[in-house]
């Protein structure tokens, strides 16, 4: 993947030889740019991305576009859930046996209650609904490898602790919901051999239930938010001037929006957790719940197997889907005698890739700039901030070019022709002039095309000088206004030339009129393309103006509500889809036992086997701490149905066995018999229980063993 997704095409069209009276490209069609594997499908599905964009600054500023600030919008949804979620707990209580019943009470005696809870829930799932469309466009922009991988990384691992905290949230409402979640978590963690006791054992009463682990639920559903502002921090900590929240009015929309839908369609619990209950139909948010599809349907080990290859896979994205690296040529450079210490490149580059150093040449300058190689996107903004031309990208250096153009322009001249300069975003339409590797475009005659990662690479200085040299003018041609790949780049192009940022254009050294700063990305190739031969004819026009379609009040405010009402309408309806589990309706009868077998007997060591020991070591009689296993026998309606040993658990085998059978059963009343043996004589039942048991469609009845209490019906 690029480190700037146009890679592909400016490898072969960037650069200038100043040996040449046309200026053409230099020294760059041999440098490959890194690009990514699938890179042709990934940029079809950015161009809807641009398409989308367009539709919707149409009738909305790109302030107010939804999808060029993904990330910022799944912040402010994040911290409206943790607000909402602080709030919630004066009406919530954590215990298993009350959690359900705290919230019922609240959803028929306090509004304000209620409307607190649907604005928590709405909340989280939007979150996760705008952070996954966050994901996907930063994936279609290939914006994941390179010094761009720790986002990426990071940005999954803050994904799958959001998760987490949803999946938790489930938990503490303790609904069928919740019994699932728990069911599901248990499936999961009963294949590492961490607990003695399997968890699924915990769930097979309503009274097995532990508090404790309840309560530690709750815990880490509180503490997790914490460490999603660690991630935060480390996943933007590459970025300059990241925009971590909307902006006012944005947040606004969002408060506002969700205030609507909790007020339309308030949150409420499904119907409570029976765990000898089999639930078959109820409503989930398959915003967080969806994983019921794999842990109702598959084996432990299966899940185990699932979660670790395609997380595997996803957090390495950035490697196995890089075809090529970044060469150094790409890697902006600082020329130290140029250097001047103004801090102008290490304030504009948007990635933190160049820091102030003490000056060590020896010269009366306090600093210089310095180049972290590893954070070096090749963007090409710090060309631009730097007026005297110290800090380039060598593939790509700005003197080498301009030397190209004043030839051109000289040539062109002589000719009698009137000279054109197009520089062009390599992320924009520009690849509908379809130039040569010399910058002639057969559709716009006239014009040489030079093409740029990023507007942001274009200098004051460059332009003065071109227009000084002849240029007739100068067209500059920038990617989209929704979510450029190079962040900050036209902002500051469009600040220079307005004399608002540093090193401005200068109107005493060339008129700003012959410049005109267009924005069209890849897929407006005809509009590109009327306007370039526009300005062929005028040569003139406004500084640095892009025409914008008209947006009235009114217009803004119907689109506005009606993309609100959009993105609400996905959050509600993923929140509340139908779910039905694979299982059987059928009656099924559990019996589950945690019990210890008796110790294998001891017995007196002959001769040679005390010779073979230590003297130290030498005892008489063979000590052991090994258990026999504890045979299990079911029988119902007087036929055996189950029959098995259970060996003890440990690596001596001086656990305790443990059994969790589930039985189908029909519906009826049969007399039930459990047996087991915990002696050496596997066909002594040292412990009995017998009983007539009713079985019922999507009942589970449970039989356990306690060492202490003995059997209990459920």
């Known amino acids: 993947m690029p480190d700037h997704p146009g890679a592909r095409d400016l490898n072969a069209r960037l650069g200038t030889d100043p040996s040449s009276t046309e200026g053409a490209p230099m020294l760059t069609q041999d440098l490959p740019l890194p690009s990514s594997r699938a890179e042709s499908f990934l940029r079809r599905l950015e161009n809807g991305w641009l398409h989308l964009d367009r539709l919707v600054q149409g009738f909305l500023p790109p302030a107010l576009n939804p999808f060029c ?107 069928v919901r919740g019994q699932r979640a728990a069911l599901g978590t248990a499936r999961f963690l009963d294949k590492l051999p961490l607990l003695t006791d399997p968890l699924s054992r915990a769930f097979l009463t309503d009274q097995s239930v532990p508090s404790l682990l309840f309560f530690l639920i709750f815990f880490m559903h509180m503490l997790a938010p914490l460490g999603i502002g660690i991630g935060m921090w480390i996943h933007l900590m590459r970025m300059n001037r990241s925009k971590l929240l909307t902006n006012r009015v944005m947040t606004l929309w969002i408060i506002g929006s969700l205030g609507v839908l909790s007020a339309l369609s308030p949150a409420f619990s499904a119907s409570p957790a029976l765990m000898t209950l089999k639930a078959q139909r109820f409503s989930i948010d398959w ?165 740029i990662p990023c507007v942001g690479w274009v200098s004051a200085v460059i332009l003065e000088r071109v227009l000084q040299r002849g240029a007739a003018g100068v067209l500059v041609v920038g990617c989209g206004e929704g979510d450029p790949v190079c962040r900050e780049g036209m902002k500051w192009f469009q600040q220079r030339m307005t004399g608002r940022r540093e090193p401005k254009f200068d109107p005493a050294k060339a008129d700003p009129s012959r410049v005109r700063f267009v924005q069209f990305d890849r897929t407006r190739r005809a509009e590109l393309l009327d306007a370039a031969r526009e300005f062929q004819r005028e040569s003139t026009t406004d500084p640095v103006n892009t025409p914008r379609t008209p947006r009235t009040p009114l217009r803004q405010a119907a689109a506005a509500i009606v993309l609100a009402a959009l993105l609400s309408a996905v959050t509600f309806v993923g929140s509340s889809l139908p779910y039905r589990t694979p299982h059987s309706p059928g009656p099924e009868l559990v019996v589950s036992f945690s019990h210890s077998g008796a110790l294998l007997e001891t017995r007196k060591l002959s001769t040679e086997e005390l010779a073979k020991r230590l003297p130290h070591m030498r005892a008489q009689v063979n000590v052991t701490r090994q258990r026999v296993p504890v045979r299990l026998r079911v029988q119902v309606d007087d036929k055996v149905v189950f029959d098995q040993s259970f060996q003890p658990k440990g690596l001596s085998k001086d656990g305790p066995s443990i059994a969790l059978v589930r039985l189908a059963m029909t519906a009826g009343q049969y007399p039930v018999r459990v047996e087991m043996a915990d002696t050496a004589d596997a066909d002594l039942w040292t412990k009995q229980w017998s009983e007539t048991v009713r079985f019922e469609t999507n009942r589970i009845r449970v039989v356990l063993f306690d060492t202490k209490a003995g059997f209990s019906l459920h």
């Not at 959803?107 to 909340?123: A, D, E, K, N, P």
């Not at 915003?287 to 699932?306: C, H, Q």
């Open 69 to 175: 600030q993904l990330g910022a919008m799944a912040n402010t949804s994040l911290i409206i859930a943790v607000l909402s979620g602080i709030v919630l707990l004066y009406w919530y209580t954590p215990s298993v046996h009350l959690a359900y019943e705290s919230l019922e009470k609240l959803r028929v005696s306090s509004w304000l209650g209620q409307f607190t809870r649907s604005i928590h829930r709405y909340s989280s799932d939007g979150c996760l609904f705008f952070v996954l469309l966050h994901a996907l466009r930063i994936a279609c922009q290939r914006r994941f490898t390179g010094p761009r991988w720790l986002a990426w990384t990071t940005g999954l691992l803050l994904l799958a602790l959001l998760w987490f905290i949803g999946w938790t949230g489930y938990w503490l409402v303790w609904d």
């Open 287 to 451: 915003w967080y719940l969806w994983p019921f599809e794999l842990t109702d349907r598959l084996s432990g080990g299966f899940l185990w197997s699932l979660f670790l290859s395609v997380g595997i896979a996803a957090l390495t994205v950035p490697w196995w889907m890089a075809k090529r690296r970044l060469l150094a040529p790409w890697k902006a450079n600082v020329d130290l005698p140029r250097c001047m210490g103004c801090t102008l490149c290490a304030q504009d580059c948007p990635f933190n890739a160049i820091t102030m150093v003490q000056r060590d040449d020896g010269r009366k300058l306090a600093f210089q700039s310095q180049v972290n190689l590893a954070l070096c996107v090749s963007c090409g903004i710090c060309t631009g901030s730097c007026d005297s031309q110290a800090i380039n990208l060598p593939a790509l250096n700005s003197r080498e070019v301009e030397k190209g153009l004043h030839a051109w322009i000289n040539t062109q001249k002589a000719r009698g022709m009137k000279p054109l300069v197009a520089f062009c975003c390599a992320e924009s339409a520009s690849t509908a002039m379809r130039p040569d590797p010399e910058g002639h475009s057969a559709e716009l005659p006239g014009y040489r095309v030079q093409t």
